[in-house]
């Protein structure tokens, strides 16, 4: 079974600051989520990687698959980026639909 | 707007009783997930389905069911409530079941008094 530990469990960060957010994970997987939980509590897709970089807008997302690490970076960060982001990977590894989360990273960026 | 609908938004009941809870998935979506949200326990996975068929089983209760119909929709139902059942109920889904994108919907929160 798989074990997802992200980092750092709270986060604030000023306004234009960029932002890191690890996930480290136990079992080799093809794809990795990253997630974002509005304060309203819905959950939005942001990325679902298997190898290098994929980046959307201000976001980016790494993935190390020998390392069994990711990161998830916010350039020129924003107060509507405060959120609760998370990471999540297949369960038992490999390409498995179903997921298991980390705590989640919680965001607050000041103006 | 991911494309999946969950009702009830809220839903208020008390220990004992059973609710049932339902997910439209996207248009060509042939996979749901359940996942609750409590605050102690965080996101967990409950259970699966792919095309009417149960795929993979999680953390889900003995007390609580779900399938997956033919129109793709699927319920969650819970049943004999405790107040640890408290919690938000998220559906997912996705196109193949693998490793894809899920599109979560709004979830449902169940509030047992």
């Known amino acids: 079974k798989n074990e997802v530990e992200q980092s750092p469990q709270n986060l604030t960060a000023q306004e234009g600051e960029f932002i890191t957010i690890n996930c480290s994970y136990s079992?080799?997987?093809?794809?990795l989520h990253w997630l974002q939980q509005h304060p309203g509590g819905g959950i939005v897709s942001l990325f679902m990687?298997?190898?290098g970089k994929k980046k959307h807008g201000r976001l980016i997302a790494t993935i190390n698959i020998q390392e069994k690490h990711s990161s998830l970076h916010i350039t020129a960060s924003h107060p509507r980026d405060s959120a609760v982001y998370i990471c999540?990977?297949?369960?038992?590894?490999?390409?498995?639909?179903?997921?298991?989360f980390g705590k989640g990273t919680k965001l607050s960026v000041k103006p | 707007d991911s494309g999946v609908t969950q009702t009830p938004k809220h839903l208020i009941t008390a220990t004992g009783q059973r609710v049932t809870l339902r997910c439209s998935p996207r248009?060509?979506?042939?996979?749901v997930y359940w996942y609750q949200q409590s605050l102690d326990q965080g996101l967990q996975f409950l259970i699966q389905?792919?095309?009417?068929?149960?795929?993979a089983k999680g953390n889900i209760l003995e007390r609580f069911s779900a399938q997956q119909f033919p129109d793709l929709h699927s319920e969650l139902n819970l049943s004999s409530l405790e107040l640890g059942d408290s919690a938000l109920y998220f559906c997912?889904?996705?196109?193949?079941?693998?490793?894809?994108?899920?599109?979560f919907g709004p979830g449902t929160r169940l509030t047992v008094l």
């Open positions: 999540a990977a297949p369960n038992y590894g490999g390409s498995q639909g179903n997921l298991i």
């Open positions: 997912a889904s996705s196109v193949t079941g693998g490793a894809d994108t899920q599109y």
């Open positions: 990687l298997s190898s």
């Open positions: 079992v080799g997987i093809s794809a």
């Open positions: 389905y792919y095309n009417g068929e149960e795929r």
């Open positions: 248009s060509g979506d042939l996979s």
